[in-house]
T-cell receptor
Framework: KNQVEQSPQSLIILEGKNCTLQ??????????LRWYKQDTGRGPVSLTI?????NTKSNGRYTATLDADTKQSSLHITASQLSDSASYIC???????????????FGRGTSLIVHP | GAVVSQHPSRVICKSGTSVKIECRSL??????MFWYRQFPKQSLMLMAT?????????EQGVEKDKFLINHASLTLSTLTVTSAHPEDSSFYIC????????????FGEGSWLTVV
């Protein structure tokens, strides 16, 4: 069964510090991996998307890496801000064998709290 | 980017009644829509996947007779919570995916359901 494991489950850091969130997956065949940020009570917003051939992708202070061989991804947040407090969800999509829908598998998310 | 609209954003209903939540893709054809629920401080939990014109596929443990999902068109899916109980109070989010842009998943803003 396809699985996406995220760590840590929760993280508290001080404003201005950097942090790294992890995502390990067993989804196969792999299509793409996306990191989402979800503010409390809001729908998730996409931060980055990475396909098999991409190793790193940045979006402002967010940098995602992907190692397709070890099936690991990380999301690095630089110079954290209070507004970074949110849940970060890793979603890995599988190529459906019969075509059509690309099935997503969700991680449980990492809850990040940034303190002043 | 593509927009997914959810309505209502907040709804309060009496125990035993039914409530319908709509999910619309505003500028693309959503061949697949996903419905999730999220309890406080927890990650998204996929409830069901629906392909336009087909019956929804429910995740294990989700009662299909209680959570009715209809995906009758390429721009609209509805989730109806029947015979609502207070324990159904939760945050419900939809997402939509189409072939227009590599099967990217776009999320709605979510709907808060409170059953009293």
């Amino acid at each position: 069964k396809n699985q996406v494991e995220q760590s840590p489950q929760s993280l508290i850091i001080l404003e201005g510090k950097n942090c790294t969130l992890q995502c390990n997956y067993t989804v196969s065949p792999f299509s793409n991996l996306r990191w989402y940020k979800q503010d409390t009570g809001r729908g998730p917003v996409s931060l980055t998307i990475m396909t098999f051939s991409e190793n790193t992708k940045s979006n402002g202070r967010y940098t995602a890496t992907l190692d397709a061989d070890t099936k690991q991804s990380s999301l690095h947040i630089t110079a954290s801000q209070l507004s970074d407090s949110a849940s970060y969800i890793c979603v890995v999509r599988e190529i459906h064998a019969s075509g059509g829908s690309y099935i997503p598998t969700f991680g449980r998310g990492t809850s990040l709290i940034v303190h002043p | 980017g593509a927009v997914v609209s959810q309505h209502p954003s907040r709804v309060i209903c009496k125990s035993g009644t039914s409530v319908k939540i709509e999910c619309r893709s505003l500028d693309f054809q959503a061949t697949t829509m996903f419905w999730y629920r999220q309890f406080p401080k927890q990650s998204l939990m996929l409830m069901a996947t629906s392909n336009e014109g087909s019956k929804a596929t429910y995740e294990q443990g989700v009662e299909k007779d209680k959570f009715l999902i209809n995906h009758a068109s390429l721009t609209l899916s509805t989730l109806t919570v029947t015979s609502a109980h207070p324990e159904d109070s939760s945050f419900y989010i939809c997402s939509a995916s189409g072939t227009h842009s590599g099967n990217t998943i776009y999320f709605g803003e979510g709907s808060w359901l409170t059953v009293v």
